[in-house]
Nanobody, 124 residues
Framework: QVQLVESGGGLVQPGGSLRLSCAAS????????IAWFRQVPGKEREGVSC????????YYADSVKGRFTIFRDNAKNTVYLQMNSLKPEDTAVYFC?????????????????WGQGTQVTVSS
């Protein structure tokens, strides 16, 4: 069964850090671009970061650039999102998905594999 499973979310104080994991089963992540998205109820889903499968090129939304780092461990079939200097506005449900990259743009559609999401709450 093809699956993406996110983990690592939780409650953290402003300025703190979390590392999210996106583990794949039923297929090999190596050749896939993988992206992280986040969504707050009532708002549009926002692309956070993406990493290519071919050469590991990384992409970031301006809102997280310099604070978040995406990386992959192909041996563990997992992509990670290291989130530092977290802000209350980072609070959201975070999803990972297989993605398409074209130029500097990247996206995921309903036809891609999606995880179930993990809640990140940044609050004092």
């Amino acid at each position: 069964q093809v699956q993406l499973v996110e983990s690592g979310g939780g409650l953290v104080q402003p300025g703190g850090s979390l590392r999210l994991s996106c583990a794949a089963s039923g297929f090999t992540l190596d050749y896939y671009a993988i992206a992280w998205f986040r969504q707050v109820p009532g708002k549009e889903r926002e692309g956070v970061s993406c990493i290519s499968g071919r050469d590991g090129t990384t992409y970031y939304a301006d809102s997280v650039k310099g604070r978040f780092t995406i990386f992959r461990d192909n041996a563990k079939n997992t992509v990670y999102l290291q989130m530092n200097s977290l802000k209350p506005e980072d609070t959201a449900v975070y999803f990972c998905a297989t993605a398409t990259i074209f130029g500097s743009n990247w996206w995921a559609s309903a036809d891609d594999y999606w995880g179930q999401g993990t809640q990140v709450t940044v609050s004092s």
